[in-house]
């Protein structure tokens, strides 16, 4: 099979896709024009299906090549989500439950907006996430590049031009179906639906393959377990504690990739989906897993010394004649390549343009009179900054294939991804469950944790002499030994990435807990505090409402202000719909309803939609005036409760004192009933005694 068969096959699926993505946004919009939800394109199927861009080229080429290097390691990266999924389904029911709540747009945006809508973790995050997923998309760019590479042995090929031209594909086709909206937390039917299609492609394409090897090449599964048994090596013996460490970082992963938050909780479209998602999750993962260790067998069998075991799935079919399941398992590669690079670059454009473009841009604007610091094509904007961002986050990617060479065994390339993206679990465990975790505890402990990724893992990555000298790696910094990369703190001889992820997590948990419990949380971190932890208690949905951290005095000046910002971010017919809403709740006509706190909170989630919480809770200050819950409101408040309290006890004082006098009365009424019977009997003996 040669490029010319090759070339033209991939081109046909990716357009394929587009047709795919067309015509379910179509659908879409069709039905919203109707006013009818899509319901086959955000059924429990395709939310299970959208939760396999978890299942990258890494589980799909790396996974058999990890089997061949470590034995059954390669289950570690499917048991850690399948735990999570089974076992933890409550937190994922409790992420989905404030995702919606608050209207979150990304794994930034929710972090920032528990830690009283503080843009400046969101920023760490948001850095965070982009440089933890740069090698990740190194990663599907280099899988990609190596499958091409893999049918072009006699031909001459190039593959960092190949890769750049991948990454450019993928931008346009990410560009023209993940940025047509601007409110980010409104579900991408084409993409999650075109996602979905993949979803059954590389499991389609990875069982053909497997089924193939053990009763096409093997005698079933019993000459597949005798050949296992006699390639038994000893690099293959389990080892207890890597296989610990692996679980929980697959299991971390689950919950902070950007890309998993993304399909997992943005485009979630029901809550009661979870319930199907986890069981049907697991299956799918076990499905992918299934022949993963029969392949990599046959491939030691079969294939000649020297091979690369990532590619197996590819080489093994295609040097044996079976070009047409070669194709498939070429698509089933593509395909997981290029869903985790679509969804990865939403999630992460949106996080660039929310936390970073926007405030940036706020900042630089000039004051104007009656709050119009907002003034501009604020659609325009934000939708550009995503384009703009989808662009550069993928050069990234290609740059570190570029400099890395693209040597790194996949599975390498993902964990160290991995690790990056589990910095964000104590804050987010935080979040979650501490009502005393503070702002800059989390920006604390995320700022170390990161730093410690970065000098440990993820430079070191890029090879000795690239970015870290050999002699640094050797001695450490000014020759201090126990600040070596891999042996931290005099710590030798553990596996690089459990040492990475042991010190990185270790610091970032202790500076998280230290820095919480020394700082005090402002009030309106307080308030997100309790929204966030007792999300579930009956009754808390009434509490999202006026409970955000604006003051009571409504200020009905801004109001003008106020339509005038809601319509560049919304849209002009959708903005004056949603004031003149408010304005008739109000028992007003028109579009301006009075500011009150209760309006502002409804706005403000209304916006956040578009750019998340911090930003637009900062949009809505700078009109507002800033008015901020302070202390001062806080103790007023708490001032003014007391006097109702007291007011209460002296009422209920009196009402027990009313009722201690109407007993006396009924028992005097009583006394008197029974003189006038003992009268009456009296009158009535004299009566007689008379006659």
């Known amino acids: 099979m040669t490029l010319n068969v090759l070339i033209p096959a991939a081109l046909g699926y990716v357009v394929f896709l587009f047709v795919i993505a067309s015509l379910a946004e179509r659908q ?25 861009v978890y299942c990258t080229a890494w589980t799909f080429y790396g ?49 920032s907006a528990r830690y009283g809508k503080s843009n400046l973790v969101g920023v760490i995050v948001t850095l965070l996430a982009v440089v933890a997923t740069t090698p990740y998309i190194a990663l599907q760019l280099q899988s990609i590049a190596l499958s091409f590479g893999a049918f072009a042995a006699d031909e001459v090929l190039a593959p960092r031009q190949l890769a750049m031209w991948v990454a450019a594909g993928l931008a346009v086709f990410t560009i023209l179906f993940g940025t047509r909206n601007l409110d980010a937390n409104e579900q991408h039917h084409g993409v999650v639906t075109a996602i979905a299609v993949e979803a059954v492609v590389k499991l389609v394409a990875l069982l053909a393959v497997g089924v193939w090897v053990v009763w096409g090449l093997a005698d079933g599964p019993a000459d597949i377990m005798a050949r296992v048994a006699a390639n038994d090596r000893p690099d293959w013996a389990i080892q207890p504690g890597r296989w610990m460490g692996l679980i929980f970082l697959a299991g971390v992963a689950i919950l902070t990739l950007p890309r998993m938050f993304q399909v997992m909780v943005v485009e979630n479209a029901d809550e009661t989906h979870l319930a199907t998602a986890s069981w ?138 991995f690790a990056g993206m589990a910095q964000v679990l104590p804050a987010l465990v935080g979040a979650l469950y501490w009502r005393g975790a503070s702002r800059l505890g989390a920006a604390a402990g995320l700022i170390v944790g990161a730093l410690a990724w970065l000098y440990a893992l993820f430079l070191p990555s890029f090879g000795p002499g690239v970015v870290m000298g050999a002699d640094l790696m050797t001695y450490g910094p000014f020759g201090i030994g126990w600040l070596r990369p891999h042996a931290l703190f005099g710590v030798e001889g553990l596996d690089p990435l459990l040492h990475a992820l042991f010190w990185s997590l270790a610091l970032n948990t202790l500076v998280f807990i230290a820095v919480s419990l020394v700082s005090f949380p402002t ?19 009434d509490d999202w409402r006026g409970a955000r951290g604006w003051s009571r005095e409504p200020a009905e000046d801004e109001a003008e202000d106020l339509l005038a910002m809601s319509q560049r971010l919304l849209g002009e017919a959708e ?30 989630r209304e916006l956040a939609g578009s750019v998340g919480a911090a930003t637009a809770h900062a949009m809505i200050a700078q009109i507002v005036g800033g008015r901020l819950v302070t202390v001062d409101d806080l103790m007023a408040v708490a001032s003014e409760t007391a006097q109702i309290m007291e007011h209460s006890a002296q009422l209920e004082a009196k009402s027990e004192e009313l009722a201690r006098t109407a007993r006396q009365l009924r028992e005097a009424n009583e006394m008197l009933q029974k003189l006038s019977v003992q009268k009456d009997s009296f009158l009535s003996q004299i009566s007689h005694e008379l006659r």
Do not use: C
Not at 86 to 101: D, N
Not at 523 to 541: I, T
Not at 579 to 601: I, S, V
């Open 280 to 417: 049907a999750f697991p299956l799918y993962l076990m499905a992918m897993s299934l022949f993963v260790l029969p392949i990599a067998v046959a491939g030691m069998d079969n294939m000649p010394a020297g091979s690369n075991p990532d590619l197996y799935v590819l080489t093994l079919p295609h040097s044996l004649g079976q070009n047409g399941l070669a194709m498939l398992a070429f698509l089933g590669g593509f395909s997981a390549a290029t869903s985790m690079v679509i969804i990865a670059s939403i999630a992460l454009a949106t996080m660039v343009s929310n936390h970073i473009v926007v405030p940036l841009w706020l900042a630089r604007r000039p004051h104007a009179a009656g709050g119009m610091r907002v003034a501009g094509d604020m659609r325009g904007l934000v939708l550009n900054a995503r384009r703009l961002s989808i662009g550069v986050i993928l050069g990234l990617g290609y740059v570190y294939f570029a400099i890395s060479g693209g040597s790194r065994a996949l599975a390498a390339i993902g964990l160290i991804s």
């Open 63 to 111: 996974a058999v090549g990890y089997a061949v290097r470590s034995g059954l390691e390669f289950i570690t990266i499917y048991l850690g989500p399948t735990l999570v999924f089974v076992g933890w389904w409550w937190l994922l029911r409790k992420l989905v439950r404030i995702g919606k709540a608050q209207r979150v747009t990304s794994i930034a945006d929710l972090i």
């Open 575 to 604: 903005a004056q719909g949603f004031f003149a809403a408010e304005a008739g709740a109000q028992g007003k006509t028109g579009f301006l309803p009075d500011p009150t706190p209760d309006f502002l909170d409804r706005l403000e």
């Open 28 to 52: 879409a919009e069709r039905l919203r024009q109707i006013g009818r939800r899509p319901r086959l394109l955000r059924s429990p199927l395709v939310y299970t299906l959208s939760l396999s």
């Open 523 to 541: 009030p309106v971190e307080r308030v997100q505090s309790a929204l966030f932890v007792n999300v579930f208690d009956p009754g808390r949905d």
